[in-house]
């Protein structure tokens, strides 16, 4: 089975989870939560979490609360995004935003909802039989990952931007913070559930880094191609600063280095290295 064939088989397995998970009830935060999370999105996260953990060797049913729970935050991350109050999208994932749809207050709940969830999720997800402390770490390293000093600093730096700053390291920490901690944490996650040692979780991290900053240098790219074909206000990010050859320039690098983090540590995956040949820039495919 090629890279592209297995993980279409993972994602509907996720897309089946999420669809449990999201179940429970009937209410209106349930049907928001459920609008915002099933039909779309290409599960980047709990993919990378799923491809990471069965390269090392752990089974899809300790993986997969750990997988679904990752894209449960990641979700209520957009949807918090989209508000007016932040970056004020109309649409998400093909369709309207979760405010659009539902208004403010329920989809500020819903993001709420999504968060808590995760984390009932990860509370009551298995522990691996081998090392079952490490589930406490797991769990406390995505929080920290997603919290006041990760992507919620990370987001914080970018709804206070100037305008006027030209900063690039400033542009780099929100991308660290806001995008690459998630996709980091993710891989980490699955290595650790594996029993990976602490030089696999290295070259992991390193991987996962990486990936995350051409993830959003890619996305900044995207805006940038848009903003150009229909000449509304952008948002200056480090694509616009950089300009698009530099931009395209950094991002080989970036899929470069994480390309090479794997290989330094001796990891030969065709489905990891398929996460890396998925973020390359294509003008115009943003959704
Ligand atoms: C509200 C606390 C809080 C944080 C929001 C992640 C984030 C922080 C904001 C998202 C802004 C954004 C669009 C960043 C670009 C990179 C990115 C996360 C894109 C969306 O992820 P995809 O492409 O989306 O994986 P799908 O829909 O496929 O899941």
Do not use: W
Not at 15 to 22: A, G, H, N, S, V
Not at 89 to 114: E, M, N, T
Not at 124 to 151: F, H, L
């Amino acid at each position: 089975m090629g890279p592209a064939e297995y993980l279409q088989q993972k994602k509907q397995l996720i897309d089946q989870t999420l669809e449990c998970y999201l179940s429970q009830e009937n209410s209106p935060v349930f049907e928001a939560m459920r609008y915002s999370v099933l039909d779309g999105g290409k599960r980047f996260r709990p993919l990378l979490l799923m491809a990471c953990g069965e390269y090392f060797g752990a089974p899809e049913k300790l993986l997969l609360p750990y997988a679904c729970a990752i894209e449960l935050i990641h979700s209520y991350s957009l949807v918090h995004d989209d508000l007016p109050m932040m970056d004020n999208d109309d649409y998400r994932r093909g369709k309207f935003s979760c405010h659009k749809k539902f208004g403010q207050g329920l989809a500020l709940l819903a993001g709420d909802g999504l968060l808590s969830l995760a984390f009932e999720i990860l509370a009551e997800a298995p522990a691996p039989e081998q090392n079952p402390q490490i589930k406490d770490m797991i769990i406390s390293e995505i929080a920290r990952t997603i919290g006041p000093s990760g992507m919620i600093a990370g987001q914080y730096l970018d709804i206070s931007f100037n305008p006027e700053n030209q900063d690039v390291s400033v542009n780099q920490e929100i991308a660290l913070k806001k995008t690459a901690g998630l996709i980091r944490v993710s891989g980490v996650s699955g290595a650790r559930l594996a029993g990976a040692s602490p030089v696999q979780v290295e070259a992991v991290e390193k991987f996962g880094t990486y990936l995350g900053l051409a993830f959003q240098l890619r996305d900044d790219l995207e805006d940038l191609a848009q903003d150009l074909s229909v000449s509304k206000p952008l948002r200056p990010n480090l694509a616009s600063i950089l300009g698009v050859e530099s931009s395209l320039e950094l991002l080989e690098e970036l899929r470069s280095k994480a390309e090479n983090s794997l290989r330094e540590f001796k990891i030969y995956s065709d489905i990891l290295e398929f996460f890396i040949h998925q973020i390359q820039f294509q003008p115009e495919k943003k959704a």
